[in-house]
Antibody, heavy 119, light 106 residues
Framework: QVQLQESGPGLLKPSETLSLTCAVSGYSIRSGYYWGWIRQPPGKGLECIGNIYHTGRTYSNPSLKSRLTISVDTSKNQFSLKLSSVTAADTAVYYC????????????WGQGTMVTVSS | DVQMTQSPSTLSASVGDRVTITCRASQSVSVWLAWYQQKPGKAPKPLIYKTSSLESGVPSRFSGSGSGTDFTLTISSLQPDDFATYCCQQYNDYPYTFGQGTKLEI
């Protein structure tokens, strides 16, 4: 059974770069499917940040694209998110998830990690 | 972006009730619509994909229907564990977008 686990700093200052990693176990990223990042600001709905395929092909939310880098490291079976120039609006729970197993959407999720941007 | 609008935002119901939640897309998403259940402090749990297909382990009291722009999630007989927030997601066009959620409460 696939498991995903997010890791990274929980507190950032405005203008810093958010870096998160999602470690995948129970499934080899190299075997396929897309891997995605989703976030949820406190008390609000979910927002797709971006997806990456094991080959490195990415889809990024246009609203974040200029600040966003998503990468994959198949040797470590993990993928990563970097979001530059953060502001308080980037405060959210960040989830990683697997996408696109057959006709499925996001079928396996990490537990999420809270990131707060505050001076 | 495709806007997803759910109604109602909050739904009060009792154990044993049949409830329906509606999700409307701002443009056609064909059948590429998923539903998730989320409890406080937890990650979303996938319930339904491709409009009406149940994820493994999801009770049969959950069902989904619709196509194009209008979709519904129905719970045939509410159980205590079903009180949670439900949200829809379209994955026909990127960026994939979610509804704002429907909180199902007692």
């Amino acid at each position: 059974q696939v498991q995903l686990q997010e890791s990274g700093p929980g507190l950032l200052k405005p203008s810093e770069t958010l870096s998160l990693t999602c470690a995948v176990s129970g499934y080899s990223i190299r075997s396929g499917y897309y891997w995605g990042w989703i976030r949820q600001p406190p008390g609000k709905g979910l927002e797709c940040i971006g997806n990456i395929y094991h080959t490195g092909r990415t889809y990024s939310n246009p609203s974040l694209k200029s600040r966003l880098t998503i990468s994959v490291d198949t040797s470590k079976n993990q993928f990563s998110l970097k979001l530059s120039s953060v502001t308080a609006a980037d405060t959210a729970v960040y989830y990683c998830a697997r996408f696109g197993v057959g006709p499925r959407a996001f079928d396996s999720w990490g537990q999420g990690t809270m990131v707060t941007v505050s001076s | 972006d495709v806007q997803m609008t759910q109604s109602p935002s909050t739904l009060s119901a009792s154990v044993g009730d049949r409830v329906t939640i509606t999700c409307r897309a701002s443009q056609s998403v064909s059948v590429w619509l998923a539903w998730y259940q989320q409890k406080p402090g937890k990650a979303p749990k996938p319930l339904i994909y491709k409009t009406s297909s149940l994820e493994s382990g999801v009770p049969s009291r959950f069902s989904g229907s619709g196509s194009g722009t209008d979709f519904t999630l129905t719970i045939s007989s509410l159980q205590p564990d079903d009180f949670a927030t439900y949200c829809c997601q379209q994955y026909n066009d990127y960026p994939y977008t979610f509804g704002q959620g429907t909180k199902l409460e007692i």
